[in-house]
């Protein structure tokens, strides 16, 4: 029986991640890192240990990880600053319904804290949550299962009661690992085939999570 839902938030509840992807490949361009978007692709919701070791596995061991880090998060910030943020359609929709009834609500994501609650809160999409559960609050980020362990943790739930929503295959790695019902919501690419044993289910829009929760 299904209790609880821990969503990510970037590419699921919000329609962030193809502005990650673009401002890490402009960023590394800027030093002079060849990046294309399936590199930035490989790293998305990955911890940042585990994505510096990738990105020098690429571009080599003087990457610098941390200027590039810096100017994507510059480039990035201007861009909101200057165009706004969305949330994924029918984002709130589905967290209305989720609080409706009656499932407990977590999200886990690897972005910042106060950056997750600023973004949600632009969008008057905090209040959905009962807890809210970031990268650095836990020993080893995606695709490690340490998030979603202390998101259900958190909502006094095992993880086998919880639904997971993921758009990457680190955060479905993750998901899974803890053993979470783990549901891919694509957003930029499609389930590979190693990513499609890990599922539960796969929704292609938010309005197609309330099918799955139905049937169970």
Same mark, same amino acid.
Request: proline share 4%.
């Given at each position: 029986?299904?209790?609880?839902?821990?969503?990510?938030?970037?590419?699921?509840?919000?329609?962030?991640?193809?502005?990650?992807?673009?401002?890490?490949?402009?960023?590394?361009?800027?030093?002079?890192?060849?990046?294309?978007?399936?590199?930035?692709?490989?790293?998305?919701?990955?911890?940042?240990?585990?994505?510096?070791?990738?990105?020098?596995?690429?571009?080599?061991?003087?990457?610098?990880?941390?200027?590039?880090?810096?100017?994507?998060?510059?480039?990035?910030?201007?861009?909101?600053?200057?165009?706004?943020?969305?949330?994924?359609?029918?984002? $709130? =929709?589905?967290? &209305?319904? *989720?609080?409706?009834?009656? %499932?407990?609500? /977590?999200?886990?994501?690897?972005?910042?804290?106060?950056?997750?609650?600023?973004?949600?809160?632009?969008?008057?999409?905090?209040?959905?949550?009962?807890?809210?559960?970031?990268?650095?609050?836990?020993?080893?980020?995606?695709?490690?299962?340490?998030?979603?362990?202390?998101?259900?943790?958190?909502?006094?739930?095992?993880?086998?009661?919880?639904?997971?929503?993921?758009?990457?295959?680190?955060?479905?790695?993750?998901?899974?690992?803890?053993?979470?019902?783990?549901?891919?919501?694509?957003?930029?690419?499609?389930?590979? $085939? =190693?990513?499609? &044993?890990? *599922?539960?289910?796969?929704? %292609?829009?938010? /309005?197609?999570?309330?099918?799955?929760?139905?049937?169970?």
């Amino acid at each position: 029986m299904i209790k609880g839902v821990i969503s990510d938030m970037d590419g699921v509840i919000l329609d962030t991640e193809k502005l990650y992807v673009r401002f890490w490949c402009e960023a590394a361009n800027f030093f002079g890192y060849p990046m294309k978007k399936h590199h930035a692709l490989s790293i998305r919701s990955m911890a940042r240990v585990y994505a510096i070791k990738r990105l020098k596995e690429y571009f080599g061991d003087d990457f610098d990880y941390y200027a590039v880090h810096d100017k994507r998060v510059e480039l990035m910030d201007k861009y909101i600053e200057e165009n706004g943020i969305e949330a994924k359609p029918g984002a $709130e =929709e589905l967290l &209305s319904y *989720l609080k409706n009834y009656g %499932y407990k609500v /977590a999200l886990a994501t690897a972005t910042a804290p106060e950056r997750t609650k600023t973004y949600l809160q632009k969008l008057d999409l905090y209040k959905y949550f009962d807890e809210i559960v970031c990268a650095s609050m836990v020993e080893r980020g995606k695709p490690e299962p340490d998030i979603y362990l202390y998101a259900a943790k958190k909502l006094e739930l095992a993880p086998y009661e919880c639904l997971a929503l993921e758009d990457s295959q680190n955060g479905i790695k993750s998901a899974s690992a803890a053993g979470c019902k783990t549901v891919m919501v694509p957003d930029l690419d499609e389930p590979s $085939e =190693e990513i499609k &044993s890990l *599922l539960y289910d796969t929704a %292609y829009n938010l /309005a197609d999570v309330k099918r799955i929760l139905e049937k169970q």
